[in-house]
């Protein structure tokens, strides 16, 4: 099938009718600069009492979110950091997961103006990976030691959802063994890939989609239409409701994102929590993640490094703290395209996951594993640390790092893992989860260095265990004992 004919059958209009109320979609512009406009009465009493709902695991109001955003004093904003880091602490502890993305084709059928991969870019050098090439890739980056990627595709008939399907079979299929001689395996695989149609989403669900990640990059309409001219991804609408399709289609974990730079960065904060309220009106499920990537350089692109919504460090770490407390028991994902100093001060206000080691050229993780150059990337990376720095750097600071993939495996996901998160039960076993995922680690990849320090963390997350009411009142104490042991004696892949 030729492009122009397979652009033309993608698009179901029925699958965005459906989702419609009154024929309109549920980003109302008007309704969010009103909001925006509207609660500018930030005093710390009228704050506080907003925080105070985070710190309950509440999802925050439109209008109280608004309120935060428009807060000015930048003593209040401390404060705000802390309750955000706090909240963090009781819905998540103080674990920190990771995952590396795996870039399998950067053809592409759009025309968006920030990014390497449009098609006019002829700078680009075009690459759909074969399966040999996917097994070189995941062989790399288990070597790292990571359990879990997210794999990621342009918008192009040769990376179809039968294309990532088969792909996600052959990253699933790969077995490495580690310094220590066990067998390590892909355990989870998400997917940031374009908008699909219900049924092929189904054919993503039979074979093991972890999440469902599409960002709709900006949430106002002119802007969007201005940086997505041409293509598949002009859309609005087919976009927008992305996410609604793979609930239907049986994918209950789902992630969302913007990509701040493109326009107001308080806008597009207000368009992630409306994205937010409207899934969980429909299918009673809100995303899984958000994600908020920074617009960064890329090869061929003006827009990119000249739009006047640039935003700043300072705003940056603000509205990843403002989505932390308004959306308190939801998963957050800052990327390898921020530098260290910045990714190290986030994490800090209630980050979830990170990206490490991270390669994002076609066939990257191959030509690093020979010393090869890498070819020009979709973005900027500003983050390249390996894995073992940065899970170093993190136990300095007492945050564990967790490849743990327990929940999903165990059917904690959908509405399951939310009202779990909102009660602070998840965290519960996610914290013995980390422990033995990280003890996996440290045993199997880690530097020297960092397995010192490493086992001083294990020791005080034990003392926390040992003291806490939950593992003594559901008997998870001798169980985490025991599967420890098992796996400081070579076993893998236990989990509560």
Same mark, same amino acid.
């Given at each position: 099938m030729d492009t122009r004919s397979w652009i033309d059958q993608v698009i179901k209009q029925?699958?965005?009718?459906?989702?419609?109320?009154?024929?309109?979609?549920?980003?109302?512009?008007?309704?969010?600069?009103?909001?925006?406009?509207?609660?500018?009465?930030?005093?710390?009493?009228?704050?506080?009492?907003?925080?105070?709902?985070?710190l309950a695991v509440e999802r925050l109001s439109f209008d109280e979110t608004a309120t935060l955003l428009n807060v000015t004093d930048e003593d209040m904003w401390e404060e705000m950091y802390e309750v955000a880091a706090e909240v963090k602490r009781r819905v998540y502890?103080?674990?920190? +997961?990771?995952? *590396? $993305?795996?870039?399998?084709?950067? =053809?592409?059928?759009?025309?968006?103006?920030?990014? @390497?991969?449009?098609?006019?870019?002829?700078?680009?050098?075009?690459?759909?990976?074969t399966a040999e090439e996917i097994r070189r890739e995941t062989d790399y980056i288990l070597s790292q030691g990571h359990k879990r990627v997210i794999v990621v595709y342009g918008e192009h008939p040769k990376t179809d959802a039968k294309?990532?399907?088969?792909?996600?079979?052959?990253?699933?299929?790969?077995?490495?063994?580690?310094?220590?001689?066990?067998?390590?395996?892909?355990?989870?695989?998400? +997917?940031?890939? *374009? $908008?699909?149609?219900?049924?092929? =989403?189904?054919?993503?669900?039979?074979?093991?989609? @972890?999440?469902?990640?599409?960002?709709q990059e900006t949430y106002h309409k002119d802007t969007y239409k201005s940086a997505h001219p041409k293509g598949l991804k002009a859309n609005y609408r087919w976009r927008l409701y992305s996410l609604h399709r793979a609930m239907d289609a049986g994918i209950d974990d789902v992630a969302i994102g913007a990509l701040f730079g493109l326009y107001d960065w308080r806008f597009e904060v207000m368009g992630l929590l409306y994205?937010?309220?409207?899934?969980?009106?429909?299918?009673?499920?809100?995303?899984?993640?958000?994600?908020?990537?920074? =617009?960064?350089?890329?090869?061929?692109?003006?827009?990119?490094?000249?739009?006047?919504y640039l935003v700043n460090n300072k705003d940056f770490k603000k509205l990843v703290t403002v989505l932390r407390l308004a959306v308190p028991y939801t998963g957050?994902?800052?990327?390898?395209?921020?530098?260290?100093?910045?990714?190290?001060?986030?994490?800090?206000?209630?980050?979830?996951?990170?990206?490490?080691?991270?390669?994002i050229g076609i066939g990257a993780y191959d030509k690093a594993a020979h010393n090869e150059k890498e070819d020009k990337q979709q973005f900027t990376i500003g983050d390249n640390r390996t894995l073992d720095q940065v899970v170093n750097k993190l136990a300095e600071m007492g945050k564990i790092t967790s490849f743990c993939t327990a929940g999903y495996r165990c059917g904690r996901t959908g509405d399951k893992i939310m009202n779990l998160l909102e009660t602070g039960t998840e965290g519960k076993f996610c914290k013995l989860n980390a422990v033995l995922t990280f003890r996996e680690y440290l045993d199997d990849y880690a530097t020297e260095e960092t397995k010192k320090i490493g086992e001083e963390l294990i020791k005080k997350e034990f003392e926390e265990i040992n003291n806490m009411e939950f593992y003594k009142n559901n008997k998870l104490l001798s169980v985490i004992n025991d599967y420890y042991k098992r796996i400081s004696e070579g076993e893998r892949d236990l989990y509560v």
């Open positions: 029925d699958q965005i009718d459906k989702y419609l109320i009154n024929g309109k979609d549920f980003i109302n512009e008007n309704e969010i600069h009103n909001k925006l406009n509207m609660n500018k009465d930030c005093s710390k009493e009228k704050v506080r009492a907003i925080l105070d709902k985070s502890d103080n674990r920190i +997961v990771f995952f *590396a $993305p795996l870039y399998c084709g950067n =053809l592409c059928v759009n025309s968006c103006r920030y990014c @390497g991969f449009r098609k006019e870019n002829a700078g680009e050098e075009r690459k759909v990976l294309y990532i399907a088969e792909s996600m079979k052959t990253v699933y299929d790969v077995k490495k063994e580690s310094k220590s001689g066990r067998n390590s395996y892909i355990r989870r695989i998400n +997917v940031n890939a *374009a $908008p699909m149609s219900i049924e092929d =989403l189904k054919m993503l669900k039979e074979v093991g989609i @972890g999440t469902y990640q599409v960002f994205h937010a309220d409207d899934l969980e009106k429909q299918f009673g499920i809100g995303p899984h993640t958000i994600s908020f990537p920074r =617009l960064t350089p890329a090869s061929g692109s003006e827009l990119s490094i000249a739009s006047k957050l994902i800052i990327t390898a395209r921020e530098n260290p100093e910045v990714r190290d001060e986030v994490v800090k206000v209630g980050c979830t996951q990170l990206d490490a080691s991270t390669k």
